[in-house]
């Protein structure tokens, strides 16, 4: 490739720095399990967990991030986590091709008429709690809490 004075450049160059890193999962499962447990036990939206847990992250990895979806992904499987969310109804929405809360896969929810005959109602999420029906419920808000209850959190409780 010419360079802006007509040179062609060496392939012996220095590659360029990366500007980000993709921490592994476990690193984001142990960090979101500190800071649920160290800071407070619950965020009222995804963008507040997620800096939370970039900036934890952070500290080991400074090139370090993670994207909401991810996020969301790894929440579902957590134990202790609750993730919970809020939706609206869309009329004529597009049926959606994945879950659009965990990516995972979509089953039909089936209901037998009267006649025999199966009908299909809606679409649930295989990994999640996520359902959908005629009026598309699509996600506006992520909340994400300690899960009361859980082992984890009641380890200590007698």
């Known amino acids: 490739m010419p360079a802006k ?15 980000y890193r993709r921490p592994d999962e476990e690193v984001v499962r142990r960090a979101v399990r500190r800071v649920l447990r160290g800071r407070r036990a619950s965020f009222p ?9 970039v900036e934890f992250v952070r500290r080991d990895e400074p090139l370090a991030t993670i994207g909401g979806p991810r ?5 579902v499987d957590l134990e202790g986590v ?41 679409q649930r999420c295989t990994r999640c709690d996520y359902w959908t029906h005629r009026v598309r419920r ?21």
């Open 5 to 19: 004075d007509g040179t062609t450049a060496s392939p012996s160059e220095e590659p360029e720095a990366p500007r």
């Open 82 to 122: 609750r993730l919970s969310v809020h939706y609206t109804e869309r009329e004529g929405a597009p049926p959606p091709s994945s879950c659009p809360v965990c990516g995972g896969s979509l089953a039909p929810i089936r209901n037998r008429t009267l006649t025999g005959e199966s009908v299909v109602l809606g």
């Open 45 to 53: 939206s995804q963008a507040a967990f997620l800096d939370a847990v």
């Open 71 to 75: 996020l969301r992904r790894l929440l």
């Open 138 to 158: 699509v996600p506006v808000r992520y909340g994400i809490s300690r899960a009361q209850g859980s082992p984890r959190s009641t380890r200590g409780a007698r």
